[in-house]
C-alpha cells in the first residue's frame, strides 16, 4: 500500500513530467514557436492581472489553506483582462464566443496550475519550492500556470482541436 506521501510525490513527479514530454512532442510541430509564445504571455497576462486585481481590491479568500493570498477579485480579474488580450492580439480572426471560450477555459486552467503548484508546497510544508527565487515560491512558481497549460493545450490538441496557431 501506497502512503498517501508517496502518492503525492508520484502525482507531483507525473505533473511536471507530462508538461515536458507534452512540450518535447509539440517542439517537432512547426507552430512551436507560436505554441510557446502564446502560453508563457497568456500565464503572464493571467498571473499578472490575477495578482493586481486581488491586491487593488481584495476580497474573500479562494483557498485560503492552500494558497493565502489569492482572491475571488484576483481570479476573475485573471480571466477578464486575458480575454481582451486574446481578443486584440491572438484570436482577431475569430469568432468573439470562441474568445472568451477559450480564454476563459485557458483562464481557469492557468490559475488551476497555480494552486496545484501551492497545494504541492503545502504539503510538503515549504514555502519555497526552491532557492533560485528567493521570495517568489521559487521556480516551480513560474512555471506551475505554464506546466498546466501545456497539458492541457497539448492533450486538446491531441484531440483535434484546432487553435490559431494549429494548421
Known sequence: KLSDISVVKIICLLYVTFAFIFLNEMSQSREFISFIFFIVFFTMIVDISAYFFGSIIGGPKIMPNISPN??????VGG???PIFFCTVI???NSPISNIIYLSFIFSIISQFGDL???GFKRYCFV?????LIP????ILDRLD??????IFVSIIKLLDYNFFFVV
Open 70 to 75: 489569492k482572491t475571488v477579485a484576483g481570479f
Open 79 to 81: 480571466i477578464i483582462v
Open 90 to 92: 491572438f484570436f482577431k
Open 116 to 118: 496545484i503548484e501551492s
Open 127 to 131: 514555502k519555497d519550492s526552491s532557492n
Open 135 to 138: 521570495g517568489h515560491g521559487g
Open 145 to 150: 500556470s505554464i506546466f498546466a497549460l501545456i
